[in-house]
């Protein structure tokens, strides 16, 4: 990662005004979005400086609203490393969303079939089970692409919904849960509770997260499978030429993306909700592409762009309900800063080619 | 009298690259002005700055003794200059007419002008400098001649008095660059000016009335092209004199690529190659002559393993690699120039370093212990680069910036680094300029006294015939002839290309010849 850093910052760029301008060209798309949606708010009549106070507030004023952006970060950030990978290998997988659930269905069947496995077996179990979940319904993607040549696109896109409408059915009849009238599986059993760390309500997904990071940047820039991913991204021919196996290397990182996505599900499962709901994830399979491509995709700024994404929603909660602002302005707003950094990134592309 | 086009002092500077040095340049009105240089040497860059595409550093630009600011192609326009690029910029499925038109307001707003009047006009331009072309025939049916033509046309109808041409004979048969200097000869007759970027003498030499020489972003010297010699250009071009190519006897060992009776289709199902059988020993150079689209494609890839053949055998230093990966072939001890060397043989948005170790990223010293290097990989790089001679800032440029020619001197460096036991080079000198030209044959038959075993596919008669040690002609997917390049009748090799004579007899690997060898001059202008 420093050794690409270093890499790039010997010659090729323009002149270090127009350079830092680039670098800095996400975050500048974030102010500007800001400052639009502040227009916005002054439309309906409140005032952007309380708005946007009580949105920092609520995102970063207490132990509690960074341990609630925090744990909202985690599957964000999961599913964004792997999206970093496959995205770097032009694998185009936006079936994030339906691999999570895949995951969570998974880790819940597996939880509630073995609820007498001691805590760790549980554990290791439940990890494995929500990365083979998620692996799979992204190795479907993956053989179509890399036999039949079918764009992944396409079938990752629509395999979501077979994932979320499967997802339902289990819990409306097979793993309904009895007692309940609501939609969902029972409760998970007390061992399949992901640990804390003492004292805060910081579930293991957050290390976990955090340890993937360098592990990401590691496989891209250090071993050779992450240097014949760049390879198979940048320039397929060429890596047919170098005896790169490519349709194996689509399917390692479809099963490394998806498997990623399923063990974000599995956390919000073991992690948030303690049992299979229907409506497990707000959209994160989507938002994470969000993520990644804010995050240049680099593992690093996925992180950052994950913490701030999260930081945007727990925020908007507080200021709908400190400044009375209606939902879907804060919706609006989330909408502006993904349309503003697509935005930074064409501008990018076209400084990059005028400067030749 | 003033020029029509006068540039003073430009200087462009890309990162780690001085493009153009303080050049000066001067176009006068009515002339066919030829700017001669190496790849690399700073004429396309001249050039696109004239045409607004970039910026100079440095320097001022007089039209018709007028300073001109020219931000972009359009400025260029309005100042009557028009550029054809050597890589067109036609919508394939849009008419020709349409094409032309294509960013031109139309004379009725918010209509299109009448398609009769459009076609009358153009075939007024048309007619004027024999540029016939169909109007109403869509650009994907017309063969890459008459695609420059429609290019052409597109800038003599925006009103161009001066037309800028990057290397358009690169893409012509010879008939069609014969049209071509027709076509600019009319142009000039008629008060226009032309500007003709070339890397070949014998054009300059046909064509041009002056001609400027650019070596390393310098102009070297201006000259009117009737007082000066081929041999003077060319040591202004290279600023060295050319020296033959000595080719020391051929010492050839056993077979090490062996064919026994190979058939292959193509992408779309027919049959490419029918029945091809051959042997390159170790240490000769076997020439695969041909005209372009007879199975060379498809023999580069038979060989490669990145097709495999429907029937046959093909034996690599005695192993069976019939069915064998490019990884595979890889490992056993054979290298690959391929033809298209910007499709296959590099990634542009990697660094230099991580090119050079392109298919041995696995292998130590660049990976240990499923750790890749870097220091390795650029220690690796900068010997290649310092070694072979290869312009670039350095191991951490990305390859996407090396011109033509270094770029290919980059992989011939990192394929021939592996030593080797054969090397399959297709077309390895195809948009090079003399210099790196004659460097890369060099390094061939280098190639071939270290004992390997060379197969050069190219459809360059005169490279074949400077290099190989035999020659096998290839036609419609079959060796039609083995000829020996020290005693073949040119003649008789081209009626063989066209496939009118076949030869189908055994020829055995010439054993070490006379002293005389067969020396030949570098690229004959």
């Not at chain 1, 997904?205 to 014949?228: H, M, N, S």
């Not at chain 1, 490519?246 to 599900?265: F, N």
């Not at chain 2, 016939?132 to 420059?148: A, I, N």
Request: aromatic fraction near 6%.
């Amino acid at each position: 990662m420093t050794q690409r850093a270093a890499l790039s910052t010997t010659g090729q760029r323009p002149s270090t005004a127009m350079s830092l301008l680039l670098k800095g060209s996400p975050i500048l798309a974030v102010i500007l979005a800001l400052l639009l949606g502040a227009l916005i708010i002054a439309a309906v009549g409140v005032s952007p400086l309380a708005a946007y106070q009580a949105m920092v507030k609520g995102a970063f004023g207490s132990p509690r609203a960074l341990t609630q952006a925090s744990l909202r970060a985690v599957p964000l950030l999961l599913i964004s490393l792997g999206l970093v990978l496959a995205f770097r290998s032009r694998i185009w997988n936006i079936g994030a969303e339906g691999q999570l659930y895949m995951g969570a269905w998974a880790a819940a069947l597996f939880a509630l079939s073995f609820p007498d496995l001691p805590p760790a077996l549980m554990l290791m179990g439940l990890l494995l089970v929500g990365f083979a979940g998620g692996a799979l319904w992204g190795l479907v993607p993956a053989l179509l692409r890399a036999y039949l040549g079918a764009n992944e696109i396409v079938t990752s896109l629509l395999l979501n919904y077979v994932a979320i409408f499967w997802v339902s059915y289990q819990v409306r009849l097979p793993m309904k849960d009895p007692t309940s009238f609501l939609p969902q599986s029972a409760v998970l059993p007390a061992s399949a509770s992901l640990p804390v760390l003492p004292g805060t309500r910081l579930h293991m997904g957050v290390i976990l997260g955090l340890i993937l990071v360098p592990a990401i940047a590691f496989i891209l820039w250090k071993t050779p499978l992450g240097y014949r991913l760049r390879v198979v991204g940048s320039n397929p021919n060429a890596a047919r030429f170098a005896g790169i196996n490519v349709p194996l290397h689509i399917i390692i990182v479809m099963v490394i993306s998806g498997g990623l996505a399923g063990i974000a599900g599995m956390i919000e499962v073991a992690g948030v909700h303690h049992r299979l709901i229907q409506d497990i994830s707000p959209g994160f399979g989507f938002t994470a592409i969000v993520v990644a491509l804010l995050g240049q995709l680099h593992p690093a700024g996925a992180l950052l762009a994950a913490y701030f994404f999260a930081s945007l929603v727990i925020g908007a909660d507080s200021m709908q309900r400190i400044v009375g602002l209606p939902v879907a302005l804060t919706e609006v707003i989330q909408a502006l800063v993904v349309l503003f950094v697509l935005a930074s990134e064409a501008f990018r592309r076209r400084v990059r080619r005028v400067v030749g | 009298m003033t020029a029509l086009v006068e540039m003073r002092g430009i200087t462009k500077r890309f990162p780690g690259v001085l493009a153009n040095d303080h050049v000066d340049f001067v176009l006068e009105a009515g002339e066919i002005h030829a700017l001669l240089g190496e790849n690399g040497a700073g004429k396309t860059t001249l050039m696109n700055i004239l045409y607004g595409l970039y910026q100079p550093d440095e320097g001022v630009i007089y039209v018709k003794g007028k300073p001109a600011i020219i931000h972009s192609p359009h400025d260029a326009i309005q100042l009557g200059i028009g550029m054809v690029h050597q890589h067109f910029q036609l919508v394939p499925t849009f008419s020709v007419a349409e094409n032309i038109v294509l960013g031109l307001p139309s004379r009725r707003e918010p209509f299109l002008e009448s398609r009769r009047q459009v076609h009358q006009r153009i075939a007024e331009v048309s007619r004027a400098y024999g540029l016939t072309v169909d109007p109403s025939c869509p650009v994907w049916q017309l063969s890459v001649g008459e695609q420059q033509r429609v290019e052409i046309l597109k800038a003599l109808y925006r009103g161009a008095t001066v037309l800028i041409l990057d290397e358009p004979t690169a893409v012509l048969t010879p008939q069609e660059c014969e049209r071509l200097f027709d076509t600019l000869l009319a142009l000039v007759q008629s008060g226009k000016s032309v500007i003709f970027i070339s890397h070949k003498l014998d054009e300059v030499m046909a064509i041009s009335h002056r001609v400027t020489v650019l070596r390393d972003g310098r102009v070297v010297g201006t000259a009117r092209t009737q007082d000066i010699s081929k041999q003077e250009l060319a040591r202004m071009m290279v600023g060295r004199e050319m020296r033959p190519i000595e080719k020391p006897p051929a010492a050839p060992a056993g077979p090490v690529i062996e064919l026994h009776d190979i058939w292959a289709h193509d992408d779309r199902g027919l049959p490419a190659l029918r029945s091809v059988s051959l042997q390159v020993h170790a240490g000769e150079i076997l020439g695969i002559a041909g005209v372009d689209g007879n199975g060379q494609a498809e023999l580069e890839e038979v060989l490669t393993g990145l097709r495999r053949p429907s029937r046959g055998r093909y034996l690599l230093a005695g192993q069976n690699v019939t069915h064998a990966s490019a990884r595979e072939l890889f490992a056993a001890g054979l290298a690959h120039i391929p033809a298209d060397r910007n499709r296959f043989g590099m990634v542009a948005d990697m660094t230099l370093a991580e090119n050079s170790i392109l298919g041995m990223e696995g292998q130590p010293p660049f990976t240990r212990l499923g750790m890749l290097r870097y220091r390795e990989m650029e220690g690796h790089c900068s010997r290649l680069i310092h070694e072979y001679d290869i312009r670039a800032p350095g191991p951490a440029a990305f390859a996407g910036t090396l011109s033509g020619g270094n770029a290919q001197k980059l992989i011939l460096a990192r394929e021939i680094s592996r030593r080797p036991k054969a090397l399959v080079a297709a077309q390895p000198t195809r948009g090079l300029d003399i210099g790196a030209t004659e460097y890369v044959r060099r390094k061939l038959l280098e190639q071939r006294q270290r004992g390997c075993a060379v197969l050069l596919i190219s459809t360059e008669l005169e490279e074949i015939l400077a290099l190989s040690d035999r020659i096998a002609v290839i036609y419609e997917g079959q060796i039609v002839g083995m000829v020996d390049p020290a005693c073949v009748d040119i003649e008789q090799l081209g009626l063989m290309m066209a496939g009118a004579v076949k030869e189908v007899c055994e020829l055995p690997p010439r054993m070490p010849a006379g002293p005389e060898g067969n020396p030949i001059e570098g690229r004959r202008p």
